[in-house]
């Protein structure tokens, strides 16, 4: 019944949504539960309809700097955690300056520093600091840091030396669920700490996992959970299996799609940020997640770079397809292109 009913209303959804209409739970759990390809191409079409409205054509780049893979957690879905017997690096300030000249006049919008929660910078927070302040000094962009549940005066000096926006992950609202992904970190702690961010100034990003292990309520769960931060940008990421973790053998046959998530997003949080992350399928990739209502692609890694990326479909590969150049050629191919460096601030609020 709620099924046909959403149905039947898909083709004016995107007008609806523009002009206010919210999404009930309900209604959330129609989308959700769509199936046809019919049906996902209409969903994706509303979708669409609501980005080029706020955004047109145009679409946002994040550089991504993956600067230490050291992490003292044991996340069960993540390749990085502390359990899993792997390589690892810590970028020196010198290499990360290296890298910061390397991307200079590149077309950035927006440079992320990524870091496990290394005991390094955990130990001595000001190392943080001083490397987002010589960041900023070096590239004058907005900058971005996911460091993980860092403290909150750590983040108060970072915003102080230039940090704009906070990342920070809750991957699920869903408490059981997140106790089995997050395991011995905790829930509210993670919440405040954005919470903390938001209230002092910074725009926040959280996202979500699925293919996990969460259903159709569950995910409607975390979707809410995700409004109540009031973030400036939403992600959902499929999870990939990665060896040598407590998940590597987790498969599941979940129609919870990441596009079908990345369009309901849109409906959702019509005026926020939501990334097309090169991360799981590459260039390739970016292409329906964009038609599907996304609008900042993320994961683009530095020229020649050799650094990680989060789940890394092309870990091992020597090719590594994932440059601004090759970006910005397939968005022009799509008929979209970069915005202005101006247009980003508008979306900063600065
Ligand atoms: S998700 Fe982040 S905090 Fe968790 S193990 Fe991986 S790097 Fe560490």
């Known amino acids: 019944m709620i099924h046909k009913m959403a149905l039947d209303e898909l083709d004016s959804l995107g007008k609806k949504i523009i002009e206010g209409f919210q999404l009930s739970d309900d209604y959330l759990k129609a989308l959700l539960s769509l199936e046809s390809e019919e049906e996902l191409e209409k969903l994706y ?7 080029d409205h706020y955004f047109g054509n145009r679409v946002f780049l994040n550089c991504f ?45 927006m440079i992320d520093l990524t870091m496990g ?57 869903d ?37 996990v292990g969460n259903d159709i309520e569950s995910t409607i769960l975390s979707l809410k959970g995700m409004k109540t931060n009031d973030p400036d940008m939403v992600r959902v990421m499929t999870f990939l299996p990665q060896e040598g973790t407590p998940l590597s053998n987790f498969r599941e046959k979940s129609n919870l799609s990441e596009l079908k998530i990345i369009a309901v997003l849109r409906l959702m949080f019509p005026k ?35 650094l990680e990326g989060v789940a890394n479909y092309d870990r091992g590969l020597e090719e590594r397809d994932r440059d601004i150049k090759s970006v910005i050629k397939r968005l022009e191919s799509m008929g979209m292109r970069p915005a202005q460096q101006a247009e980003f601030k508008v979306v900063l609020g600065s």
Not at 69 to 92: A, D, G, M, P, V
Not at 124 to 143: A, G
Not at 276 to 302: K, Q, Y
């Open 45 to 51: 079409n509303a979708a669409r309809k609501v980005r």
């Open 65 to 109: 700097i993956y600067f230490s893979t050291h992490c003292k957690n044991q996340c069960s879905f993540c390749y990085y955690n502390c359990k899993n017997e792997i390589n690892r690096y810590r970028l020196t300030q010198e290499e990360i300056k290296e890298i910061c000249r390397a991307l200079k006049g590149a077309g950035f919008h």
């Open 117 to 173: 929660e290394d005991p390094y910078y955990y130990e001595n927070p000001d190392r943080f600091v001083e490397l987002v302040q010589m960041v900023k000094e070096e590239l004058v962009l907005p900058i971005m840091i996911s460091p993980g549940v860092i403290d909150n005066t750590t983040l108060l000096k970072a915003r102080d030396k230039g940090a704009n926006f906070f990342a920070l992950y809750q991957e699920t609202y």
């Open 175 to 211: 408490v059981e669920l997140y106790r089995k992904l997050r395991v011995e970190q905790s829930f509210d702690n993670r919440v405040n700490a954005r919470r903390f961010a938001k209230e002092q100034g910074y725009c926040i990003e959280d996202g979500i996992l699925t293919g």
């Open 272 to 306: 926020c940020l939501i990334p097309a992350s090169l991360d799981l399928e590459g260039i390739d990739g970016m292409v329906p997640r964009l038609n599907a209502g996304a609008n900042i692609v993320t994961s683009i890694l530095p020229p020649n770079s050799l």
